[in-house]
């Protein structure tokens, strides 16, 4: 199959409204926040959502997550060992079948690093993704509400529930996301990356929330509202994408003081000369 024969740029418009889009671990499991009070969204949260979409239209993932896992291996060390047994000893044809058997390594990359106990017979293969995606961010500061919940959780000592624990659960009540990503040609020729693959991940940034509905991100909570797909007239790119991506623009509206939905925001794309520009509206 043919690589990818231009160079690909595109961001995405989300909205958010009473979810919790990227809690973090490490702080309560709160909604990611900047010090500017700018909401954020990892891109390793993007790209399991992704992933998952990958998935849902029957491509094959190597990174699978515990409540989204089609197949029998338990973690990432046995679905490698256990697809890749034939070829493991040599990086190169490692790396290859790799690229072949999941869409998520020819898209993003991955890092296969296994020891052995025998001398000599451990492997660590780097696979470079062409498809890279930043963080996203929200266009205004966002407000953060914090609830105190009951938990009902299992006693183990004298199996039984119990409903006397207390937690707290966070919402963001709203916000207007953006993140971008490109697609290099380069790195798309080293994993064989293909023109049908980009599309696979066009489709799925503009179906990204599609079952993906959880107790804080509750159904029709977050919304695709534009993808902008820019495809360049050549492999290496008619203009940086730093250019290209600022060619979109999302702003509060003049006036508005506390945007609370889609409406206070304008967005426009500038068109670029020699660049196929195409957006697409939620769903």
Not at 27 to 50: F, T
Not at 83 to 91: S, T
């Amino acid at each position: 199959m043919k690589t990818l024969t231009k160079k690909v740029d595109f961001a995405v418009v989300l909205e958010v409204n009473n979810a919790n889009p990227n809690g973090d671990p490490l702080n309560g499991n709160r909604p990611r926040i900047n010090y500017d009070g700018i909401g954020e969204i990892s891109d390793v949260c993007i790209k399991r959502k992704l992933r998952n979409r990958f998935l849902d239209q029957g491509y094959n993932v190597f990174v699978q997550s515990n409540d989204y896992r089609v197949d029998e291996y338990l973690t990432l060390r046995q679905r490698a060992e256990g697809e890749l047994k034939d070829v493991m000893k040599d990086p190169e044809k490692m790396a290859k079948a790799a690229c072949e058997k999941w869409l998520d390594v020819r898209s993003f990359g991955q890092v296969f690093a296994y020891k052995s106990s025998k001398k000599g017979d451990g492997v660590s293969v780097g696979v470079r993704g062409p498809v890279s995606i930043h963080p996203a961010f929200s266009v205004a500061p966002i407000n953060i509400t914090e609830t105190q919940i009951t938990k009902s959780v299992s006693d183990e000592a004298v199996d039984k529930k119990g409903s006397d624990t207390m937690g707290m659960k966070y919402r963001v009540d709203h916000g207007v996301y953006v993140f971008y990503g490109s697609i290099n040609t380069q790195l798309a020729s080293r994993t064989s990356f293909s023109d049908v693959d980009a599309e696979v991940i066009k489709q799925s940034l503009i179906h990204l929330f599609d079952n993906d509905a959880s107790s804080a991100r509750p159904e029709g909570s977050m919304e695709v509202h534009k993808v902008i797909w820019w495809e360049h007239p050549n492999p290496t790119g008619k203009y940086s994408s730093a250019k290209v991506h600022r060619s979109l623009q999302v702003r509060v509206k003049e006036g508005v003081k506390e945007p609370t939905s889609l409406q206070d925001y304008d967005i426009t794309v500038e068109e670029l000369d020699g660049i196929k520009t195409e957006v697409y509206a939620g769903y």
